[in-house]
């Protein structure tokens, strides 16, 4: 089987089709480990959010950061949010069926949930699909997981590393889903999709949790499809430790910088498969401005160029359409100065202190723009601070995908 | 000729084909006040500012807001955005000829521009224009000037209103347009489109301008199509006295209220014209959510609300997707509660305190949504506030105005 696929020692999958709105497609997943793994998780910041989330907060609020996860299972299908008091009761029901038939403590199962909003989650299904999925755990099953989370993504994300550290070698792996409803959260630890890493390092509570707030930050949190952000949204971070590597914290040095670059590695290149797949998008865009003179001035102007229905509009027509672009981030509420602003599409300069450069220029541009994928970098100023966004581009076929979603 | 096209007494105006980018359509608009008109006005505070309205804002500095106007000139085709020294120029040499043709002081010109940003506005064919608008300029030459401006909007838009005094009877009216790049600025005095707005009546200009920020602030400001703001986003207020009623102030009692009343309802109709011409769009949908405990909560709630792709896509698929509602509402910043959220769609109960009214409630939701109009209430809570906003869907024919805009 495929390198990509190995899951990391002691981690099993095994997924279902259960029909929970569907037939015919997976849509349960089951995550376990055996020894029990080290918990992180980033949940959303939108203020309503899902039962299952609601749970998985709760719990580390609880535990104080100190969760330790036998499994983790996964539905799409249904959001399982804004359901109230039901869907806490739904969700809570099979986290209690998911503990006995494992085995483990109540407190080591949590779950994840994705699909549509608002529709009582039909947990019985779920329920009596978790015997079969227990008797399916395999070393192989993760594929079926990365399927199961789909909703409107057309291809499962799954990305993998090996990280070669002083006493062995630890393994990681991930998985992701998403394509609607993508927007970045900034404050850590918030999410903006369903994305499970797994690995067999060892790794300390808190460092587990700062280095997935950090990666998520600089991953994540820095994609756009919609600028709608989920109720559902999370990352699950799980180590444990089943490689026999020594045990990492915030002093572990180069044994560290290895774990954190993998992790970025893998956060990155899921969330760039996330934007890839965005609903209807045919295009990937990297928004880069620097020169900004806080964090917040340039990272506010290049989430407004990424989320700008005109801009975005303008990828998809391939239009080098320098005015929107300047003009999204002059919405963005900093100070900016016309003059001072320099605008690249690819590596073709388009404007240079506020002055056009031209016809020919632009026929370059457009050019680039013919591309699937491409980078806008806007320089706003001689300030030190710089960020970057990715995003699609807006199409007829985002508009179908959600106008026609539950029909 | 119609009612609604009668100027106010002492306006005049006229149009023109100038080519300034497509033939064979007005695209050049002169209006003129003798006696010269009190002026007040509001801008985009978008920080990329066009030069018409940099050199807008300047003149407004300058006078200290005592800006009288006999004419104003306005061209779409071009937004006269972006273009550096040369479009300060450009304009300062257009408002030199204009003055100089009128044989008024130069201070008593000013400019409005829309169309395509970032390049070269060709004010040589303006100036050339400057003697056939002069000589055109008649009491019947509003609905050519309303024709003028627009850019992709459909249809020309305008207002009128008589406005009865205690001496005597004042006219108002005002044109506008605006189809896409249409967002809400809250900060008065600042507006997100071109509107001008006329009036015979006399008011003093701290009380004008007064007037016109709340009055764009009750309607410009409230209506939205992309969530992007134009650098060229102006309303002007232009009152002459010409009808010989009493001089209004803030003091004036009953005529104050009449003349209030006037221009809230001038305002808001063209407001609301601007988003049923939005670009692409099939329906106008109205957002207000109640219950705030403070005004950003309730507007941070709709705004959301109406930016919201999804919701708007939702709303062009007739599908009562609450949830999208309620996540979209979650999103801004605000510590909603779900079991607090109630929703109707038109006078249709969707949700009540967090929980679904079933199936059948939702088919009625989904009737009210094949309407033309219609609206969702949101309430969040017990608090005092409520705000409102008037949207559009989003459709694939907005993607297709905006990916070919330019081609």
């Given at each position: 089987m495929s390198e990509v696929l190995r899951l990391p020692k002691g981690f099993k999958a095994s997924s279902l089709e259960v029909g929970v709105r569907y037939e015919g497609r997976l849509d349960v997943g089951l995550i376990a480990s055996d020894p029990p793994a080290a918990a992180a998780a980033c949940f959303t910041e939108n203020a309503i959010k899902a039962a299952p989330v609601r749970i998985g907060i709760e719990r580390f609020l609880e535990k104080m950061g100190q969760v330790e996860l036998s499994a983790l299972i996964v539905n799409s299908g249904n959001a399982n949010a804004c359901t109230g008091r039901q869907g806490l009761e739904s969700t809570q029901l099979i986290l209690d069926a998911l503990s006995s038939a494992l085995g483990v403590s109540g407190d080591q199962v949590l779950m994840s949930s994705t699909g549509v909003i608002g529709e009582p989650l039909p947990h019985e299904k779920i329920i009596r699909a978790i015997p079969g999925l227990v008797d399916g755990l395999s070393e192989e099953g993760l594929l079926g997981v990365a399927q199961a989370i789909l909703t409107t993504d057309t291809r499962e994300k799954v990305v993998s590393r090996k990280i070669a550290m002083e006493r062995g070698e630890a393994t990681m792996v991930g998985i992701a889903k998403g394509a609607g409803m993508i927007a970045p959260k900034m404050a850590a630890p918030h999410a903006t999709m369903l994305a499970f890493i797994l690995t067999d390092a060892a790794v300390e509570h808190e460092t587990l949790q700062r280095l997935l707030s950090m990666a998520v930050d600089a991953s994540f949190n820095r994609i756009t499809v919609d600028g709608d952000t989920s109720t559902n949204d999370t990352v699950f971070l799980l180590a444990n430790?089943?490689?026999?590597?020594a045990p990492l914290d915030m002093a572990s040095g180069p044994d560290l910088e290895r774990f954190k670059e993998a992790l970025f590695g893998v956060s990155k290149e899921l969330a760039r498969m996330i934007v890839r797949d965005g609903e209807g998008a045919t295009k990937v865009v990297e928004i880069v401005v620097r020169g900004g003179w806080s964090l917040e001035e340039a990272r506010d102007c290049a989430v407004a160029i990424a989320n700008s229905p005109l801009v975005k509009t303008a990828f998809f027509g391939e239009d080098p359409n320098w005015g929107r672009i300047v003009a999204a981030a002059g919405k963005a509420g900093h100070p900016l100065i016309e003059e001072a602003l320099t605008l690249w599409i690819g590596d073709v300069l388009l404007v240079t202190n506020g002055e056009f450069q031209g016809k020919d220029q632009e026929a370059r541009a457009h050019e680039v723009m013919k591309r699937d994928e491409f980078t806008v970098t806007l320089e706003i100023g001689t300030g030190d601070y710089q960020y970057s966004m990715l995003t699609t581009d807006l199409t007829k076929d985002y508009v179908s995908i959600n106008a026609d979603y539950r029909s």
């Amino acid at each position: 089987m495929s390198e990509v696929l190995r899951l990391p020692k002691g981690f099993k999958a095994s997924s279902l089709e259960v029909g929970v709105r569907y037939e015919g497609r997976l849509d349960v997943g089951l995550i376990a480990s055996d020894p029990p793994a080290a918990a992180a998780a980033c949940f959303t910041e939108n203020a309503i959010k899902a039962a299952p989330v609601r749970i998985g907060i709760e719990r580390f609020l609880e535990k104080m950061g100190q969760v330790e996860l036998s499994a983790l299972i996964v539905n799409s299908g249904n959001a399982n949010a804004c359901t109230g008091r039901q869907g806490l009761e739904s969700t809570q029901l099979i986290l209690d069926a998911l503990s006995s038939a494992l085995g483990v403590s109540g407190d080591q199962v949590l779950m994840s949930s994705t699909g549509v909003i608002g529709e009582p989650l039909p947990h019985e299904k779920i329920i009596r699909a978790i015997p079969g999925l227990v008797d399916g755990l395999s070393e192989e099953g993760l594929l079926g997981v990365a399927q199961a989370i789909l909703t409107t993504d057309t291809r499962e994300k799954v990305v993998s590393r090996k990280i070669a550290m002083e006493r062995g070698e630890a393994t990681m792996v991930g998985i992701a889903k998403g394509a609607g409803m993508i927007a970045p959260k900034m404050a850590a630890p918030h999410a903006t999709m369903l994305a499970f890493i797994l690995t067999d390092a060892a790794v300390e509570h808190e460092t587990l949790q700062r280095l997935l707030s950090m990666a998520v930050d600089a991953s994540f949190n820095r994609i756009t499809v919609d600028g709608d952000t989920s109720t559902n949204d999370t990352v699950f971070l799980l180590a444990n430790g089943a490689s026999g590597t020594a045990p990492l914290d915030m002093a572990s040095g180069p044994d560290l910088e290895r774990f954190k670059e993998a992790l970025f590695g893998v956060s990155k290149e899921l969330a760039r498969m996330i934007v890839r797949d965005g609903e209807g998008a045919t295009k990937v865009v990297e928004i880069v401005v620097r020169g900004g003179w806080s964090l917040e001035e340039a990272r506010d102007c290049a989430v407004a160029i990424a989320n700008s229905p005109l801009v975005k509009t303008a990828f998809f027509g391939e239009d080098p359409n320098w005015g929107r672009i300047v003009a999204a981030a002059g919405k963005a509420g900093h100070p900016l100065i016309e003059e001072a602003l320099t605008l690249w599409i690819g590596d073709v300069l388009l404007v240079t202190n506020g002055e056009f450069q031209g016809k020919d220029q632009e026929a370059r541009a457009h050019e680039v723009m013919k591309r699937d994928e491409f980078t806008v970098t806007l320089e706003i100023g001689t300030g030190d601070y710089q960020y970057s966004m990715l995003t699609t581009d807006l199409t007829k076929d985002y508009v179908s995908i959600n106008a026609d979603y539950r029909s």
